[in-house]
């Protein structure tokens, strides 16, 4: 059965992020051993209550205000939460208090993925490069920065990056599956199978490389193929909800698979929920395939509360709700979109 | 053949909600029985390739070694009668130097080709003084100052030119007096794609809505490679542009009222324009295939201003979630239900979508319903027309095919493409014909631009369709079932001189059919405006309805067919005041 509250990630290994995020640890086992407010202000968070969220910050500074482990990891959770301004200020208080420049990289790169999430491209490129600027020695911040810049078809930039982190690490499975996505949204594919190729000699068992000979297949309208493949990343790591995600997708243009395909968006949806796309897919199914408009709503709901600017997604939830002869739900959904479009203006919206 | 749809003219505005829904779900319902395993069912559509004596022209891009985005996007083409011999001329579109942007030899320059009736046609561009300035791409005709002939705007890449008609074969360029030598505050020079002319505020003569593509300066040109070799750059590496719509003032001159309309609101990567009263509110609305970005639906709010639609109704993205690479348009009615849907063409692996409308504008994508996902996956569609190539009385659709990228790169033997006719099943679906549509049909050029009309006024629609660095393609139709057939070119008085923007419901023996009066169709070119429908074995129209855009009605009672009709308008009549046979 799927939840549909934004409850705390139960394996971050899960998270959007095409790559395993990575952990800034400000504190040790903090979760265990964190006081009452730490646990507050947690739970403030996943309520999504953002005066509870205030008020716990403004006890956490009463509490400790020296202690940095704890305004780092206050940080780190409301990153998590898509918070990214509150982060930016508790790590900011964190860094201020000392910090290694281990800390300091990482503490960008949260705040580049929390922006990554919130679609606000440009502020988590800046974060990003930031991270590299303090910390070069990270792959994972390389790989984030190539990933979003391929996502942004930002090829150029892309391959640059692609390349400096290349140059750094030369045996690192993840940067050529970067490269490789690079050059997919580049349109060559060629190249993007030569990085492939290079992935797969340095760690054959990846499921990071099978998923991008998936994204391959997916390219070349090799659906079958790229179905094999984003199974065999599942084999590999059945908690991947991307490779979940993606195998979906492919099997979902396959035509005769919606079945199929609905039972992988769910299992998506059920390791990592917070992700609006598998919630849109899902909802996709219910709605133009299997004619269930109650049940594709559900799912639209979901993706639309996590991507309010989303276009495709409000686009079939109003349709949706006409179609089950919910009019007002329907206006309703148009004018949230007219206003959460406008206060995006023209950020650029990740999907 | 089914029963007669409702009369689209009669709304009830109580029934927008009910039928909305009821629509929607019918469409639902609708989805199995579609689909259909019959081509060899319908009438066949066939062309033949002409190459008519006289129609001596190639288009250049410019080409050079470097990738200038402008060189692929080459170019439009449009069917006009402008010297009212009853003949549709052609005229088109060229480019110029790269980068100066300058036409400097007549390898660059627009022609217009004079229909001399015997199928061969004459270059009269220097008497008529309608070569072009600059780097032009599309082209878009009426008549804008009502005067019975038809004009020519052009639009380009750093500038456009209205060619007012001075009915005596030539044109003289007014752009700067009409106030279209437009310099936006923000952009500068905006690169315009298409163009369509429209009566958005129906007070009798034609406005000027023109689609913007991007930002884009030779000097700041990106770089693109597929796999190591030059070619051009993705969209999503310019910034996209608004939109333009221009007011007619009634004396040559024209408003920018782009910001004070709402069109200015709204950036995209413009390039086809589809115009129709997509609500049937009796005001034009305007669809606008963006190039990786969002469709734009402008709602006519019927005060001069427009609103964003396109989400809300279901034309912003397709039924995969995806802003496709939106390149041409047409909206008319494929089911015969009375509401015009709209066609879109983009780029190869997207599929081409056809969004449904169940009703007062709310649409339904339907494109894997209708067959066309498996017809066009493989295709890269420009320019694109919804007609009756058959005259069996259900419009078919045309692709001018052909992928985006360098003919010369890396990719090039894919980026020539065959032209796609699918012909409409009667039951929601349509068929990949082109492979039985004549020995020439299969031939691979770079397409791009596509006009639609009937050149030799037998009753069947011609296609032409550009080329880049190419010839164009002249495809007479050769249809070979003699069905019935009727054009009718409308004539406003109330109404802008064109009857642009009119509505007709025709019916016949069979069924009742819809279609209405515009030049704007496909990517970047304007069409023959003269109405066509195939009547298939119907010798008889029993009634044409006419809603005029000045809200008169006007009927028509039977009418013979295999004939041109010009219809003039009438003033309003009481209601009760019919007319039969008027302006025949």
């Known amino acids: 059965m799927i939840r549909f509250s934004l409850r705390a990630r139960r394996c971050l290994r899960t998270a959007s992020a095409l790559l395993a995020p990575f952990l800034v640890c400000f504190g040790q086992n903090a979760s265990s051993e964190s006081p009452p407010i730490f646990e507050a202000l947690k739970s403030a968070i996943q309520a999504r209550d953002v005066q509870l969220i205030d008020q716990q910050r403004k006890e956490l500074d009463r509490v400790e205000p020296r202690n940095r482990e704890a305004h780092g990891k206050a940080g780190e959770w409301l990153a998590e939460g898509r918070y990214c301004e509150p982060a930016g200020e508790e790590f900011d208080r964190a860094l201020s208090l000392g910090a290694s420049k281990k800390q300091q990289a990482g503490s960008h790169y949260l705040l580049g993925r929390c922006y990554e999430r919130a679609s606000r491209t440009r502020e988590a490129l800046a974060e990003y490069r930031k991270a590299i600027e303090i910390g070069p020695g990270e792959e994972k911040f390389h790989v984030a920065l190539i990933l979003l810049l391929a996502s942004q078809w930002e090829t150029g930039f892309g391959e640059d990056a692609a390349r400096e982190a290349l140059a750094r690490f030369p045996n690192s499975a993840p940067c050529w599956v970067a490269a490789g996505l690079v050059e997919l949204r580049n349109g060559s594919l060629g190249n993007a199978r030569e990085a492939w190729r290079r992935a797969k000699a340095l760690e054959p068992d990846s499921p990071l490389v099978a998923k991008l000979l998936g994204r391959i297949q997916m390219t070349e309208a090799r659906y079958a193929e790229a179905v094999q493949s984003f199974q065999r990343a599942i084999e590999l790591d059945r908690s991947d909800a991307q490779a979940w995600f993606y195998c979906g997708l492919a099997l979902s243009k396959m035509g005769d698979q919606s079945d199929r395909a609905l039972q992988a968006f769910l299992q998506a949806i059920e390791l990592n929920p917070e992700p609006a796309e598998a919630y849109y897919w899902a909802g996709s199914i219910y709605v133009q395939r299997k004619h269930q408009n109650e049940q594709g709503i559900r799912y639209l709901e979901q993706a639309v509360v996590r991507a309010p600017a989303w276009g495709p997604a409000s686009q079939l939830l109003i349709q949706a709700y006409r179609a089950a002869g919910h009019s007002e739900k329907a206006m309703g959904a148009t004018r949230r979109f007219q206003e959460s479009s406008e206060r995006a203006a023209s950020e650029p919206v990740r999907h | 053949m089914s029963e007669p749809p409702r009369n689209r003219f009669v709304t009830d505005m109580r029934w927008i909600g009910k039928l909305s829904v009821c629509g929607l779900l019918l469409a639902g319902l609708g989805v199995s029985f579609w689909q259909s395993d019959r081509p060899g069912a ?20 410019g080409a050079t070694s470097r990738k200038y985005q402008p060189q692929t996007m080459l170019a439009g083409v449009a069917l006009i009668d402008y ?345 929601g679906g349509f068929s990949d014909v082109s492979s039985h549509a004549g020995n020439d049909f299969a031939r691979p050029a770079v397409h791009r631009g596509a006009a639609f009309g009937d050149l030799d006024n037998d009753g069947r629609i011609d296609i032409v369709v550009t080329c880049l660095d190419g ?85 028509l009672e039977n009418i013979r067919a295999d004939q041109i009709l010009i219809v003039r308008e009438k003033p309003a009549l009481p209601k009760s005041g019919r007319d039969p046979g008027s302006g025949r």
């Open chain 2, 471 to 555: 010839r164009p393609e002249v495809w007479h139709n050769t249809s070979p079932v003699r069905n019935h057939w009727l054009i009718i070119k409308t004539i406003g008085s109330t109404s802008n001189r064109d009857g642009i923007g009119a509505k007709l419901k025709l019916t016949t023996s069979s069924g009742v059919q819809f279609n209405q009066v515009t030049t704007a169709v496909g990517f970047a070119s304007a069409s023959d405006r003269r109405v066509h429908f195939g009547l298939g074995k119907d010798s008889v129209a029993r009634k044409l309805q006419i809603v005029w855009p000045s809200g008169t009605v006007q009927m």
């Open chain 2, 42 to 61: 319908v009438d066949p559509i066939t062309f033949e390739l002409m190459a008519p004596r006289g129609l001596h022209f190639v288009s250049n891009s």
């Open chain 2, 83 to 427: 010297d009212n011999d009853g003949l549709l001329d052609i005229y088109l579109v060229n480019g110029a130097a790269m980068p100066d942007l300058v036409k400097n030899g007549e390898a660059f320059s627009n022609r217009l080709f004079r229909n001399n009736g015997d199928g061969s046609f004459t270059d009269v561009t220097g008497r008529a003084g309608v070569k072009g300035r600059g780097y032009d791409i599309g082209v878009a005709v009426a008549d804008f100052d009502n005067d019975g002939y038809e004009d020519i705007f052009v639009a380009g890449v750093r500038g456009n030119i209205l060619y007012h008609n001075n009915g005596d074969g030539t044109f003289t360029d007014v752009t700067q007096k009409a106030g279209l030598d437009h310099r936006d505050p923000v952009y500068g020079r905006l690169w315009a794609a298409s163009a369509a002319w429209v009566d958005h505020d129906r007070d009798g003569w034609l406005d000027l809505f023109v689609s913007n593509y991007v930002v884009w300066d030779p000097e700041q040109e990106p770089v693109c490679e597929r796999d190591h070799v030059p070619d051009f750059c993705h969209p999503k590496l310019y910034q996209g542009l608004p939109n333009s719509l221009f007011h007619n003032n009634h004396d040559g001159t024209f408003t920018d009222v782009s910001q004070r309309s709402g069109i200015r609101k709204s950036i995209g990567k413009g390039m086809g324009v589809a115009v129709a009263d997509f609500d049937n509110d009796g005001w034009p609305d305007i669809f606008v295939a963006n190039d990786n970005e969002p469709n734009q639906l402008f709602h006519n709010e019927k005060n001069g201003t427009f609103s964003g639609a396109a989400v809300e109704n279901g034309v912003a993205y397709t039924e995969n979630g995806a802003a496709i690479a939106g390149m041409g348009a047409d909206a008319r009615d494929v089911d015969n239900d009375s509401w015009p849907d709209i066609f879109e063409t983009a780029l190869v692996k997207e599929t081409m979508p056809l969004f449904r409308n169940l009703g007062h504008g709310i649409f339904q994508e339907i494109t894997r319903e209708s067959g066309l996902t498996a017809a066009t996956r493989n295709k890269g569609g420009w320019s694109n027309g919804v007609f009756d190539f058959n005259n069996d009385g259900w419009k078919d659709l045309f692709v001018a095919a052909a992928h985006v990228l360098d003919p010369g790169g890396n990719r090039r033997a894919s980026v020539e493409q065959s032209n796609v006719v699918l012909a409409n099943l009667h039951n």
